[in-house]
């Protein structure tokens, strides 16, 4: 060996030492990353860097899913489901170390990818970037794994989508069956059916959005394999024969709710090894739901009754998605985010008839409830038909609030409703007239929607159809708005939906399109919005607080004027004797994710002389009492003449207030509090004979203001006045019960007044 001039031969191995350990000038900086932010699931957050011993945040501009997939990766995850900007997870502090962040997606660390230099940015912390990262973490795990030749989780498998082969399947919607292809690395894939399970085709089934998979005919399309490997103008026979062409094995228990969970080799285990010899695509065959499936509702669980706990969503602003409510003890109920995990939620969302869950949401994300917490620390192993037969603790005894309500987003399948309606003419893409694709005369034709009967609910669907939420305006007349030149013609009528539709073209309408106004601006049009508030009455407070009052009727002057009382008022001897009120009190929650605000805005609302104040809502609440039959005894009505947060729960700030002509409205978490002693607080049962009624109280009963869920604005209690007293119990909402308690509680009022 020659030493170079003046190197001795002891300092040698020293300098040979120090060059093999010194970091290059292009080697990155090592950094670490984390997660911060509000309470929230595992692997969803503000992301942060720790650079030169200080963490900082991450600007948005130039950030995208390749970026959010290396960060998500070197955190230890599987893989990225979305990531978000202008500080969703709230501002962050210190430095903002990297400014357009450009990742091609296969780097091992942020650091990798190019960005503008450590620190330099032209950002503000409102423009902090997040991420929402899948799966478990996984300790000690090289993101490279996967590309060797044993099985581990497939941290780089990253979308799944079924290729169907037989035309049948090619013609139906959603795609149920055919071949699996993986996205790996940014190429999609075959996978080998070597190996391939059935509990592989579950997990596969479940990010699809379809609850079970089942049985396939794969000898009828070995078959068809090898007639496309012998025909000389197919290119199949090419393909197979690289490695990159395939997925060599996937290996599932059948739990898991991404096939990224799942150990998985990509390549085979030997280097010049073929990655699927003698083999052909794996091939999948899905069961949808019965909201998906043609003939809808024939299919039932064979799970025994004693363990089906009945699910619901509620207040998701997309379908399949919301806070997680299970039936328990007759009383509908939420679960406490404890231990709340994708195992769970993938129950709830194969339950309902979806696939499996993308996210298991904690800390109220989808809005509080009200009522009884039932469940807390559950934990499914993921094979359960239904939440009931998983382990769960009572949540009375976790010490659970509403404020840790859990909720999912679950996988849905691809149904392509979204292109068959569309809006037109509005300043923004949530606005204008509808316009629908519908066949005409064998072929599809765009049109428009007749505006008569068209209201709320249709507005719904419009709007869940096209993945924009809830509607905020149904309008019947769309003067502002021009439609498509190709869409002028009216297609649809007499559109009713109950609005849990997915589509429009699933509601009731017209056989011959029956338009009288001619459509054109009396076309139907809506607004849409990505969040909606949501009113609830206290059940137990009008328990706890009705009673009775004789009241002069020299106090009853601005009632009357207000209409609170019985017509019979209108021929007594004003202001001699007096009127029987059935009082009580009332509290209403806004369980929504926006706030509740009056319609027309304060230029428009009406000064009332007598009481000295402003109606924002001709009416905000009916209150009336029926007989067991169904018909009205006596009623009233609650102008809304203050809408305020009179209170809110700890943490939040009470923005509405009526002193001083202020703003109106009820703020997101907070309710506002009619007390028993305030003017028109009542029903008027001056003429209601004794007997077993139905106190019945609905709110915001001509839906003058949207909101996201209309099931629970009814009220009703069992009422039983004797003449001199008034007894009210088993009050309820019209959603909080099932239909089997609601039934029976009627049957017994019956029963025991002799009406049956």
């Known amino acids: 060996m020659v030493m170079p001039a003046g190197v001795s031969p002891i300092l040698l191995p020293l300098v040979l030492l120090l060059c093999w350990v010194a970091p290059s000038g292009q080697e990155p900086a090592p950094v670490q990353l984390r997660l911060a932010g509000p309470r929230g699931p595992a692997g969803e957050g503000r992301l942060e860097v720790l650079y030169q011993g200080r963490w900082g945040t991450v600007c948005d501009d130039g950030f995208d899913f390749h970026a959010a997939t290396v960060a998500c990766r070197q955190l230890g995850y599987t893989t990225a489901i979305t990531w978000t900007h202008s500080a969703t997870y709230g501002q962050g502090e210190g430095p ?3 400014d357009n962040v450009r990742c091609g997606g296969s780097e091992g660390s942020l650091a990798e990818c190019v960005h503008n230099g450590w620190g330099t940015s032209d950002c503000h ?97 070995r078959k068809l394999w090898n007639m496309k490997l012998k025909d000389p103008n197919s290119s199949l026979k090419t393909l197979s024969q690289k490695n990159s062409f395939w997925v060599h094995r996937v290996r599932c228990r059948g739990t898991e709710p991404h096939l990224a969970r799942c150990p998985t080799q990509v390549a085979p285990p030997a280097p010049r090894q073929h990655a699927c010899p003698r083999g052909m695509h794996a091939i999948v065959s899905c069961l949808p739901g019965p909201a998906f499936q043609k003939g809808a509702g024939k299919g039932r669980s064979k799970t025994s009754p004693g363990k089906v706990l009945p699910v619901r969503l509620r207040a998701g602003t997309h379908a399949g998605e919301g806070r997680v409510e299970v039936l328990r003890h007759g009383q509908w109920g939420t679960v406490c985010d404890k231990q709340w995990d994708l195992a769970a939620a993938s129950v709830v969302c194969r339950q309902l008839g979806y696939g499996t869950a993308k996210q298991a949401l904690v800390g ?18 993921g094979h359960e038909r239904s939440l009931g037969e998983c382990r769960f603790q009572d949540a009375e005894r976790s010490g659970c609030r509403h404020e840790a309500d859990a909720a999912v987003r679950c996988h849905m399948p691809h149904m392509d409703f979204q292109s068959q309606v569309r809006l037109a003419g509005g300043r923004s893409p949530e606005e204008g007239v509808v316009e629908v694709l519908v066949p005409v005369q ?66 009731q309408r017209h056989g011959p399109v029956h338009c009288p106004s001619g459509g054109g601006r009396f076309s139907a049009g809506v607004t849409c919005t990505a ?33 609170c009382l019985s017509r019979s008022a209108d021929h007594m001897q004003w202001p001699y004797g007096h009127r029987r009120l059935l009082r009580f009190s009332s509290q209403i929650h806004n369980l929504g994710r926006a706030d509740f605000r009056p319609r027309m805005g304060r230029h428009a609302w009406t000064w009332h002389q007598c009481h000295r104040h402003f109606h ?21 009505h609650k102008a809304s003449f203050c809408l305020e947060d009179t209170n809110c729960p700890e943490g939040l700030q009470r923005r509405f207030a009526c002193a001083n002509f202020g703003e109106q409205g009820v703020s997101v978490g907070c309710w506002d509090t009619y007390r028993h002693d305030i003017d028109c607080q009542w029903i008027d049962i001056t003429d209601v004979p004794p007997g077993s009624y139905t106190f019945q109280v609905v709110v915001n009963p ?39 308690v609601v039934n029976d509680l009627e049957r017994r009022e019956r029963l025991a007044n002799n009406l049956v």
């Not at 509080?368 to 039932?374: A, K």
């Open 96 to 98: 903002i170390w990297l």
């Open 125 to 221: 912390h409102g423009e902090d970037a997040g991420v929402v990262c899948s799966g478990q973490r996984l300790p000690g795990t090289s993101p490279q794994a996967t590309t060797s030749g044993h099985l581990v989780p497939g941290l780089s498998l990253e979308e799944v989508r079924l290729k169907p082969i037989l035309a049948r399947a090619k013609l139906s919607m959603p795609v149920t069956e055919g071949a699996v292809e993986v996205k790996h690395n940014g190429r999609w894939r075959q996978v080998c059916d070597a190996g391939w399970t059935r509990n592989n085709s579950r997990v596969v089934c479940g990010m699809l959005g379809f609850p079970r998979e089942k049985h396939v005919n794969t000898s009828f399309y």
């Open 364 to 381: 109220a994300q989808m809005g509080q409830g009200l009522g009884p917490i039932h469940m807390s620390e559950v934990q499914c192993a």
């Open 442 to 507: 064998g072929r599809l034709q765009w049109g428009a929607v007749c505006g008569a009967q068209w209201g709320l609910n249709e507005a719904m669907v419009v709007c869940r159809q096209l993945g924009l939420g809830f509607a905020s305006h149904a309008l019947q007349e769309t003067w502002y708005w021009a439609g498509s030149p190709d869409a002028t013609q009216v297609l649809m009528s007499g559109v009713r939906c109950a609005g849990t539709e997915l589509a429009l073209q699933q509601c």
């Open 531 to 563: 969040h909606a508030p949501d009113l609830v009455m206290n059940a137990q407070l009008v328990q706890e607080t009705a009673y009775l009052e004789d009241r002069p009727l020299g106090l009853l002057y601005c009632a009357h004027e207000e209409r």
């Open 616 to 636: 924002s809502i001709e009416v905000f609440t009916h209150y009336d009492l029926l007989t067991l039959n169904g018909s009205k005894v006596a009623e009233g």
């Open 702 to 740: 001509k839906h003058e203001v949207a909101e996201s869920d209309f099931s629970n604005n009814v009220m009703r209690c069992q009422c039983k006045y004797d003449g001199q007293r008034v007894w009210m119990h088993g009050c309820h909402t019209s959603d909080a019960y099932g239909a089997d």
